[in-house]
């Protein structure tokens, strides 16, 4: 009598997700980062007239001491359609093709004890950055 004796392979599958839950934003200069009105004028003494058309890019990489927004974003980005202008409630937002929170979903193994830079950018319309903010997390 012959035994044969198998042993089930088995795998490990991991999948999950990121999500960054946008609360509200103001500009409430109105301006870019240059100082500059969303509209193009430069005048820093004078309101700007026109609003800015406020979109955000969130970018989720590894941890950098010193933060390169120019660099590829190590686990994805996601751009929001413009959501509004100088100001956003953004919970109570219903705009197309965005949804809050917004979600990185990932299926690799995740990094342990490792920090890492989410980076929320705020830009008009036109690509103009008007604040970059960085954190741990």
């Known amino acids: ?9 088995c795998c ?4 999950g997700s990121f ?25 820093s003494d004078a309101p700007c007239l026109a ?3 406020t979109k955000f890019r969130v970018c989720l990489k590894i941890y950098q001491a ?13 751009t929001t359609p413009v959501l ?4 956003l409630d953004v919970p109570n937002l219903n705009v197309e093709g ?3 929170p917004i979600v990185f979903p990932f299926d690799f193994t995740w990094p342990l004890n490792l920090q890492y ?3 929320l950018i705020f830009a008009d319309n036109y690509g103009e950055v008007v604040r970059a903010r960085d954190s741990i997390l």
């Open 66 to 78: 010193n933060i390169d927004t120019t660099s590829p974003c190590t686990f994805g980005d996601i």
């Open 12 to 15: 490990v599958l991991s999948s």
């Open 1 to 9: 009598m012959v035994w044969e004796t198998r042993r089930p392979y």
């Open 117 to 119: 830079n989410g980076i």
């Open 51 to 53: 609003p800015c058309r």
């Open 98 to 100: 965005f949804s809050n």
């Open 84 to 87: 509004g202008g100088n100001s």
């Open 19 to 43: 999500e960054l839950r946008i609360k509200s934003f103001t500009n409430s200069l109105g301006r870019l980062s240059s100082g500059q009105c969303c509209d193009g004028s430069s005048n």
